[in-house]
Every structure is written in C-alpha cells, then in structure tokens.
C-alpha cells in the first residue's frame, strides 16, 4: 500500500483536473520513483487512482521506455539508439558497457547497480554518442569517460536496495 | 459529391467516403486487414495499395486512408500496387506460423486468403519468429497471440467500438500484444466479436474448436431470438449438431456484430436432455401414434365438457407460424384463444406498444446510432436487449446525449445521466423532462389531447438533486435535432407505452424529427401482441382448473412454471387435468409432466418468421434438419453402422404441423382442413391479419418489412390527464422489489447453454445505501427476502446507482423468484434480515 505521504499529493493533483487520464504517466513515474519500477501492484494502485483499468494503464506503461515494468539497477542506462549516434560509436559504446557490467540488453548487475536499455533517440545529438542516467545526459563517451562516470556512480551512491 | 473512376468504373460516392468503400460499392474488394467497415480505416496494415493514377493523390497509396476525391483515377490492378501488396503480405506473413492445417481459422481465414491470391507461396525468411505467451481469455475466447499481423481490429471493436476495458494493446512496435493485464474471462458480453473480425487466428471460437472447418459445415442465413431485437446470424452444422453461430450483416437491425448471449445461447437446441421422441406418459411412441391418441382424447374432452375446457398457452418465444396456426386452431376447434403472456399486465404493455408504433416513429436499431439525444425509460439494454447498448455507443460516439430514467443500477458502457427513480416516478420524471425541453405551443398545435396531456403532466419532479441535475438535461434536449425515446416494456407501469409515445409525438412536434422505440421481452412478443386477441392469464387458466371448467391443457412451446408464482399451486392444478399436452424442444419443466408430448423443432430446424420489437417481420432458414447428434449417440465413437432411412431423433416437427395434423383428425366433418404447406398458412395469416398483406413469402430473405398497427386509427394521447405526480410513492416503510434481468441467466433459451451457464454471475439483490444503512445491512452480507409464497436468500450488494426505495433481483435461473403472487411488490422493510 502507499503511504499517505505519496498518496496525498497525488490524489490532490488528481482531484484538480478535468480529465484525470491526463495525469497517467505523472502517476506511472510518481509510482515507479516510490517503488523503484511500477510493479504490478502499482498498476493496480495507478488504476485505481485514476479510475481506470489495469489493462489501460499496461498499455500505456509497455508503450514508453521510461517506465519500468520489471526490477531495475539504481541506476538505468539508456543508451541512444539514434541515428547520430549510430553514425558517432554507438556500438562501440555498447560493446564496452556490455564488457564492464557483464549483462546484456535489459539485464541488470548482479550487484544491481545498473541496468542497460537501449533506447529510442534521446534528442542529445551534440553530446553523441550519448547515454541517459537516471535523467542525466552524458556524452560525448568514450570508453574512458563511461569507466569514469560508471565508477564515481558506483562508489557514490549507497549500496542499491534490491540487489540481485 | 466527388466522382471518381476505379479500374474504369465510374462511381459517385458522399464526401468522406474512402477510396475502399467506393471500390466495394463497385463490387470491387480491395484487399484490407485492419480496414474493417464497422470499424472504419486505422491504415495499419498496408495491404490495400492501389494506384492512383490521376487527380489530386498521385501514386501508391493506401486506398482506406485516402477520401474519394473528384478526378481520381484508380487501378487496383496495377502492377506496382499488386506488387507491393504481395510485399506487404510477405512481411506480414514473416511472424506468422505456418500452422494453417492444424489452426481452427483454417479454411475461413482473410490472411491465409490473402497470402494465396496475392501470389506469396514460397517463404524467404529463414530466421526465427517472434513468439508469444498466449493467456486464457475465458469460455468462449481461444488465444494465440503468435498468428497476429497486428490489424488492430480486435482493440478497436473491443474498446471503442464496444466499450470495454479489459482488452487491448500491449507493449510496442513488433512485439505488441493483444491481450488482457492478467489470464481471466473477457469481460465485454460482446467479446465473440473479436473471433469474427480478426483476420486469422488469434481468437478462435473456443466451444466449436476442432469441430471441422468452414466447408464441412451447413451454413445458412437465421435470426438471433435470444431477445427482442432480432440480429442477424449465422448458423453453422455437423454432425446432426448446431456448431457456431457468427454474426451476420444488417443493415437496419445489428450491423455487422452480435452479443454473446446470441452467440452462444443457441445450445439448447443440442441439449443432451432435448425431448427427442414422443411420448404418452413415459412410455415413447411415434408422432402418428400420439397424434391420434391425443385426438381420442380431445374429442372425449370437447364431447364430454364442451370446447371451453381445453385451454391453451402459447409463449412469445414461438415463431409467427406456431403463434399463428395455435390461435387458428382454436378458432377452428371454438375453443377459448390461447394466453401468450405471463401476467394480463404484461398483455396490456406490450400491446399499447405495438398498437402505438408508427412507420413515422418507429427506428431501427441502426437509425438509433445517428440519434443525438437518447431518453431510456425503464431499459436495461446490455441486460434486456445487449446489442442496443452498442447502438447507443454508436450515438454516444457521435456525441449524443444520453439520459435513462430507471431505478435499477444501470451500466453501459459509456458515459450517461442515470436518473434513478422508484417505476411509479418513471413516467412524471420523463415528463418533466419532455415539458422542460417542449414549448406549450407545440402541444397546442397538435390538438386538444394533446395540451391536456401537456398541460396536465408533472412539470417538475420533486425530489432535489434529480430535479437539479434534470435542468442541464432539459437544456440539450431542447437543441436536439433527432431525439429517440427507447421504452422498455418489462418494469414500467401500464402506461408508460403511451406516455412514452406521447412523449415522442411532442419532441417530433417541437424538434421536428423524434423516434420511438420499445423493448421486449422475447423475439416475438411483438407477433404474440399482434396475433392474439384474448387477454387471459395463465392464472385465469389454472383458476379454470381448480373450478373444475377447464379438463384440458395444451402447452405449445411454453413452460408456465418458469414464471408461475405458486410451483405448487400450478403442480396441483395440472395433476388434477385429464389431458395435459405440451409440445416444446425444451426440456422443460411442464414437458417432464405431460401426459402427452410432442417434440418440436427448433428455429434452426425450420423455416420461420419472428416480429422483432420493432414490427420487423424476419426470416430465418433451416440450418439443418434436426436429429440427435452423433456426438451424442455415439458417446465420442464412430457412428452406429447400421443402415436406416429416417433421421435418428429426427421425429421433431414444427408446432404449427403437428397442431394441423392433430386439427386434421378431431374436426368434424365440413370443417376447414389445415395444409401443411407455409404458403397457406401465410395466406390465412394475411387473410386474418391485414397488417401482414405485404409480407412477401419468399425464398430470399426480406427484412425490410415492418408492420405496425397504428395507421392514425390510434387514439393519441389517451393518458393525459392521468400521470400522477412523481416522489408520490415514497413511503418509508416499504420497498418496490424490481425485477430485472441479467445479460447471462435470465433469457429462458439461453440459461440452457453450457457455456453461458459458466459466465453466469450469481444472483443478488441489490439495495441502495440509503435503505441498506437504514436496515443495518452491510455489502456482500446474505440476506433473506420474504416473498408472497416463500422466501429467497441471497447475497445482497449494496450499489449507489439505483433508486432508494427500491429492491432489485433478476429473475435468475439459480433463483426460485416465482414465488410472486401479485405485481407490484413491496416488501415491507424489516422484513429484509441477515
């Protein structure tokens, strides 16, 4: 169950708008930031905050990227997969992120640190090839920049709730 | 309106039409997928390509996504469009597994069609294709996602064409799927649909899987009768067997769709329990055999007691030929007309109904989609009649306004104003509105009934928030340019027919344009309301009994102890019959009792006709020509091999032959002999019932033909001055017990199927929160509710959607609810306990 701390805002936010739909991928990703990926218990509580039904909200929640319907890493890699990157070394930085975590597309470390999604272009074309963070853009990478930026993440940030 | 040219053929076409459409109106099929015309265009699939070669699009282009224009030049046979189609189907055949031989859409399959006419026979791709995991989709729905080419018509019918919630579309680009969130029993009532419009075989019929392919099976044009409206279908037959019914297009009455009650409800006709043979008591015997004993026995009967003591009960649920030939038999034999309704009240109804139904008034089921504002009163549709409630989402999508007055907790799949007042409050609140939305002068002009009748109407009704929430209602009623009144004729008060109708008169007076349309309780009501003439009861009848006047019965296709309020009152009084004679295909209670028993066929063993609610005469052909099924004679084995000329179990016959063979023995010589010929039959109809002079008989099958009674003899208005005021019959110490009934398991024909038995919801009552809190009864609680004769226990729920004061049961098959003596019930509220 969600707490009222979370609950209450959300509902607040709901209650002010004409059509509450609108408000779905707000819910989804409000959902997915408590839960750390929207589980199927949060699609049931995105249902029913806005009076739709399950299978509606998992259609939406399959369609976009950003939303996580299986556990993820702390942090989650989207890797662009445009075509400015393609054409800068994209697979040469994925090659290299597939090397240094050991996981492939959609898995996560066993540590649960990361998790690598390619993803549709991200829109950093001056940064490419580049990659998104948690929300963060990074670019333009080279296999030295992705080790420096994945180990200060790693010895930054505390140690991932749900390891894997 | 453009004019354009396909493949050298001129057509004009209205502004809107897509190229598809004009080439189809030539004859021509442009080859779609996703393109579907109940759904409309969505440019999904690619594979109607053609070529336009003059005019303002130039090129290769998807003719379902491109308006008819003037100018245009279209070649569908053109090289590159031909070509790029095979390419599309290629590409659409890359995921798709080559298990045509064992699929059950093999052989009716638009992609397997497609693939062989558009030339692709050899596959290119060697690589591996995508798979799915499949999910149970409930009784009647068989998945398998892997065969999908992603036309989305499933999720188009499913959520915006029907309304629904529960299916749709999953995940992105070539890995979407077409599903539920988790396994489960779809939810729609109109979910067999999808197995109908899906271009392959993704959702297959579950219940005829494995049953044989679309050549084995005898195919032919029948009508739905699993409620009033009549849609259109399909028959399929094996093996002695009804298979599969599919929806079949109409233009004026369902489209191109069907619900599932009408879907799968045929299977009482295959009821392994089906009376099949004759009988005299227990013992069978031939059809000639009983004929001519229950002839002996007529003739004592009539010798001994006089023509009036053989009574006679048809049912609504009989076709026009039986309803016909029972009443003509017993004016021929001066015996007293058969009863075909359940109560006088009911009698009463249906037939200020049908007598206030007008050529101008009336509307077809598809005229209602184009109506702007819809007023329900006292209608359930996805309970009563499920396919309207898809016609109001049609005129839901199109922006209609949409208002039913009824106190039951109404759902629909689509945003309405539920009104929900006690049945007595039905009628002011429904003038109110009327008197809201009407100027006086528009009652003035028609006449003095007429400004009686507005004039002396409840303009407000009292009760607060409805009263409140009537003025925005009353506001978009008033700039309505085609409002439609739908009238439901199973919970409503004598008059609400004519009030209704009145109701109508004055919106088309004011607005210019109005319809009317009724519900029904059975496919053929509205032929029973036509045909018969005596308002009897089947109370009258067993009184008769008791008295000692009535010695015989004769049941044609009808079970009085469905509906008859003292099971054994009724049991007594047919025990105390020297002649109790049913003829029926059901196995029905009364058939168990008969002294004598015919068996009958079922619609889909004869030739018939039915009235539909609208004064629609139907036809419907036979699918097959009866018989047990193998499946059942030879328990999953091979079939007896023994040789034989006759049709095992096939001694079924339609009512209206046996009532003319029987008729044929017991008339006194020089009396009017009975042909076995329909032809005759009809020409007596037409004879005796002018209104069907214009019905054709025909070996094609007319629906055009409506007959309506009222041709200006009617009396217009004839209950002004009579509608009481609403909120009158509030008192606090009673409850009204409604009754309603429920997609699944209420309809008699139906709750004999094996698979909607499955579906069925359990019975409740169901209170409103403000009653409830006022008994101290909680949601979900069991409770007991006294009745005339006995009590019922149930689950109780509690809902807001319906009117306080009132109690509402469907009449259930799991729920001995006869146990009513007199309508209407109030229960008085301490009553109801835990």
Redesign the interface.
């Known amino acids: 169950m969600l707490s009222e701390e979370l609950l209450e805002p959300l509902q607040k936010r709901i209650a002010e708008t004409d059509h509450p739909r609108e408000l779905v991928v707000d819910i989804m990703l409000a959902l997915q930031n408590h839960h750390g990926y929207l589980s199927d218990q949060a699609?049931e509580e995105a249902a029913r905050l806005l009076d739709?039904?399950?299978?509606?909200?998992?259609?939406l929640a399959?369609?976009y990227d950003f939303i996580y319907r299986e556990p993820v890493g702390r942090f989650v890699i989207h890797v662009c997969d445009g075509v400015v990157c393609w054409m800068n070394g994209y697979d040469s930085v994925l090659n290299h992120l597939f090397k240094k975590l050991g996981i492939k597309p959609g898995e996560t470390t066993e540590d649960g640190f990361f998790t690598i999604l390619p993803t549709a272009c991200i829109g950093y074309c001056d940064l490419s090839p580049a990659m998104l963070i948690n929300g963060r853009a990074y670019g333009p990478l080279t296999p030295e920049k992705i080790d420096g930026i994945l180990d200060r993440l790693r010895s930054e940030a505390p140690p991932p709730r749900m390891a894997r | 309106m453009p004019k354009l040219k396909i493949d050298g053929l001129e057509i004009e076409v209205e502004r809107g039409t897509k190229v598809i459409e004009a080439a189809a109106r030539l004859g021509i099929i442009i080859p779609r997928f996703c393109f579907h015309p109940g759904l409309g265009p969505v440019g999904a699939c690619r594979v109607c390509a053609v070529k336009f070669e003059e005019g303002p699009v130039k090129g290769v282009q998807m003719s379902c996504m491109t308006d008819a224009q003037d100018g245009m030049v279209v070649s569908t046979t053109d090289e590159e469009a031909a070509d790029f189609r095979k390419h599309v189907i290629e590409w659409l055949m890359m995921n798709h597994p080559h298990d045509c031989p064992v699929c059950d859409e093999g052989g009716h399959c638009l992609l397997q069609d497609l693939t062989v006419a558009g030339g692709h026979g050899i596959r290119r791709y060697l690589g591996k294709k995508r798979t799915y995991n499949d999910q149970y989709l409930g009784v009647f729905v068989q998945h398998e996602m892997n065969r999908c080419i992603q036309c989305w018509r499933c999720r188009r019918f499913y959520q915006e064409f029907a309304g629904y919630r529960d299916l749709g579309a999953l995940q992105i680009a070539h890995h979407t799927y077409f599903g539920r969130a988790t396994d489960g029993q779809l939810e729609s009532p109109f979910s067999g649909n999808i197995i109908d419009i899906c271009p392959t075989g993704v959702y297959t019929d579950k219940p005829s899987r494995f049953t044989g392919r679309r050549w084995d099976f005898e195919r032919g044009p029948s009508l739905c009768i699993h409620c009033s409206l009549g849609c259109h279908i399909i028959t399929s037959a094996r093996y002695r067997e009804m298979t599969r019914l599919e929806a079949r297009f109409s233009e004026s009455v369902n489209g191109y769709f069907i619900c599932d009650r009408g879907r799968y409800g045929f299977y009482y006709t295959n009821h392994p329990e089906r009376p099949r043979r004759a009988r005299i008591r227990t013992e069978e015997v031939s059809l000639d055999q009983a004929i001519q004993t229950a002839a002996q026995k007529i003739i004592q009967i009539n010798q001994k007691n006089g023509p009036k003591a053989i009574a006679c009960l048809g049912s609504a649920r009989s076709c026009v030929e039986n309803q016909a030939m029972l009443i003509r038999f017993c004016r021929v034999q001066g015996w007293n007309e058969p009863t075909y309704f359940e109560t006088p009240t009911m009698a009463k109804k249906v037939k200020r109904a049908v007598a206030r139904l007008d050529e101008q008034l009336a509307v077809s089921m598809r005229e209602i989609e184009k109506a702007d504002f819809i007023l329900a009163v006292g209608a359930d549709p996805v309970n009563e009649a499920p396919m309207l409630a898809l016609a109001m989402r049609q005129a839901f999508r199109n922006e209609a306004t949409i208002v039913v007055i009824d106190p039951r907790p109404v759902f629909l799949p689509f945003e309405f104003e539920h009104l929900p007042v006690a049945p007595d409050d039905l009628e002011p609140c429904l003038t109110a509105l009327i008197k809201g939305a009407v100027h006086r002068s528009a009652a003035e002009k028609m006449g003095e009934e007429a400004l009686r009748f507005y004039d002396t109407a409840p303009a407000e009704y009292p009760d607060a928030p409805i009263k409140n929430r009537m003025v925005k209602i009353t506001q978009k009623l008033r700039q309505s340019r085609y409002p439609v009144i739908i009238c439901g004729t199973s919970i409503v008060r004598e008059t609400t027919p004519d009030v209704a109708a009145d109701s109508a008169l004055l919106l088309r007076a004011a607005r210019g344009r109005a319809g009317l349309f009724y519900l029904m309780s059975e496919a053929n009501t509205f032929g029973a309301a036509l045909l018969s003439s005596e308002e009897g009861s089947v109370m009258d009848v067993v009184e008769s009994i008791e008295k000692g006047s009535v010695k015989g019965l004769m049941l044609v296709e009808s079970d009085p102890f469905r509906s008859f309020p003292d099971y054994e009152r009724l049991k007594q009084a047919v025990d105390k019959l020297d002649l109790f004679l049913v003829m029926d295909y059901l196995p029905s209670f009364a058939a168990r009792l008969a002294h004598l028993f015919f068996p009958t066929q079922t619609l889909f063993e004869m030739e018939t006709s039915f009235v539909n609610q609208e004064g629609r005469v139907q036809f419907a052909t036979s699918a097959y020509r009866g018989g047990i099924p193998i499946s059942q004679i030879s328990a999953g084995g091979h079939p007896l091999r023994v040789f034989r000329r006759d049709i095992p179990g096939g001694e079924s016959q339609p009512a209206w032959q046996i009532l003319a063979k029987l008729a044929n023995i017991i008339s006194l010589p020089g009396r009017e002999m009975f042909s076995l010929s329909k032809n005759e039959l009809w020409s007596w109809i037409a004879k005796e019932y002018p209104i069907f002079a214009n019905v054709p008989i025909a070996d094609e099958l007319p629906d055009d033909v409506r007959v309506h009674l009222a041709q200006g003899r009617e009396k217009l208005f004839p209950s002004g001055g009579q509608i009481r005021s609403g909120g009158l019959s509030r008192e606090n110490s009673t409850l009204e017990l409604v009754m309603g009934d429920w997609t699944f398991g209420t309809e008699e024909l139906s709750t004999y199927s094996k698979y909607l038995q499955q579906v069925e919801k359990e019975p409740c009552l169901f209170m409103s929160p403000k009653d409830a809190s006022m008994l101290g009864l909680k949601d979900r609680e069991r409770i007991t509710l006294p009745l005339d004769k006995g009590r019922l226990e149930m689950e109780l729920r509690i809902v807001d959607t319906m009117a306080p004061g009132v109690i509402v049961m469907p009449k259930h098959r799991q729920l001995a609810w006869q146990k009513i003596e007199k309508w209407p019930v109030k229960v008085a509220m301490g009553q109801i306990r835990k």
């Open positions: 699609v739709m039904t399950p299978l509606e909200i998992e259609e399959t369609f």
